[in-house]
C-alpha cells in the first residue's frame, strides 16, 4: 500500500532529508588516495547522530554499516572495512539513510577519487543528469513508468546501461516502501502520481551490460562483465507543482 505523507510528515521528511543529505557530503568530502571505506562510514555514522538521527542502514536486514560504500564496478550494497583502500583513479558510491522524528531520508551519489578516466567521468554525469531526466516526469498525473523510460532512454541515448535487478522505491516511515521505480520501461504504465507520495529515485547505470551478480557477502552487488558502474539517489516528494527533492542542504543539492 502506498503511503501519502501529511503536509506535517512532509516537513518531518525534509529534516530527515537534510540529516542524510548533509552525510551525503560529509562521505563524499571524505573520499581520498589511501582512505578506507570504513573511514567513509565513520563519517557518515558521525555526521547522522550528531543531528540526532539514527543511520536506516546500520542493522538493516543485517547490514553491518551505516552506509554502503562501493567501489568501481562495485554498484551498490558494498560492506564498509578497514581493509577496503580507496585509490587515485577509483570511482565510489556512498548511499546513506538517516532516520528522526519516525522518517527516512536516503540518497546516494558516485566520487572521482583524484583523476578518474574520461570514460568515468562521463558515466558519472549522465548517471546524475538521468536522476533529472527522470524526476522530470515526477509530476501529478503521470505514471511511475513515465519517470522510469525517461532515465532509461537517457542512459541508453549516452551508450550505457540501466541495472535491471534493483530498483528505486518508495520511502517515509520505512526505509523501503511501495511502490517500486525502476529505471528502464515502457511510459504510460503503473500507478499514477499524487500529491504526497515521496520516491527514492536512484538510476544505477553500468558501462557495459546491464547484468549484475551478488556477491558471497549476500551484499556487495557487483557488475556481471567488470565494467563501471555508478549509482545516483535523492528522495523526491510530489507535489502539486514541481518535484521537491526532500535530500538537499538549505536547498542545494549534492
Not at 242 to 254: C, F, N, Q, R
Request: with cysteine; glycine share 12%.
Amino acid at each position: 500500500m502506498i503511503q501519502i505523507k501529511t503536509e506535517k510528515e512532509l516537513e518531518l521528511m525534509r529534516i530527515a532529508g537534510r540529516i542524510t543529505a548533509l552525510a551525503r557530503k560529509a562521505a563524499a568530502d571524505a573520499v581520498a588516495p589511501g582512505v578506507t571505506t570504513e573511514d567513509i562510514d565513520r563519517a557518515v555514522r558521525k555526521t547522522i547522530e550528531s543531528h540526532g538521527a539514527k543511520p536506516s542502514f546500520l542493522g538493516y536486514a543485517g547490514f553491518p554499516g551505516s552506509a554502503c560504500v562501493s567501489i568501481n564496478d562495485e554498484v551498490i550494497h558494498g560492506i564498509p572495512s578497514p581493509k577496503r583502500v580507496i585509490h587515485e583513479g577509483d570511482i565510489v558510491k556512498v548511499d546513506v539513510g538517516a532516520y528522526i522524528h519516525g522518517f527516512h531520508g536516503d540518497c546516494a551519489c558516485t566520487v572521482a577519487c583524484g583523476e578518474v578516466s574520461e570514460e568515468a567521468k562521463r558515466l558519472i554525469e549522465v548517471t546524475r543528469q538521468s536522476f533529472y531526466e527522470g524526476i522530470k516526469f515526477a509530476r501529478v498525473g503521470n505514471r511511475v513508468s513515465d519517470i522510469s523510460s525517461a532515465v532509461q532512454a537517457y542512459v541508453e541515448a549516452h551508450g550505457f546501461s540501466v541495472v535491471r535487478d534493483f530498483v528505486g522505491h518508495g520511502v517515509g516511515a520505512e526505509l523501503h516502501e511501495s511502490p517500486e521505480v525502476p529505471n528502464f520501461g515502457r511510459p504510460g504504465h503503473g500507478i499514477r502520481l499524487e500529491p504526497g507520495m515521496t520516491l527514492a529515485i536512484e538510476p544505477m547505470v553500468n558501462v557495459g551490460v546491464y547484468g549484475v551478480k551478488v556477491l558471497a557477502d549476500g551484499w556487495t552487488v557487483k557488475t556481471r562483465d567488470g565494467k563501471l558502474s555508478a549509482h545516483y539517489e535523492n528522495t523526491v516528494a510530489i507535489t502539486d507543482g514541481e518535484p521537491e527533492i526532500l535530500t538537499a542542504i538549505d536547498g542545494e543539492v549534492l
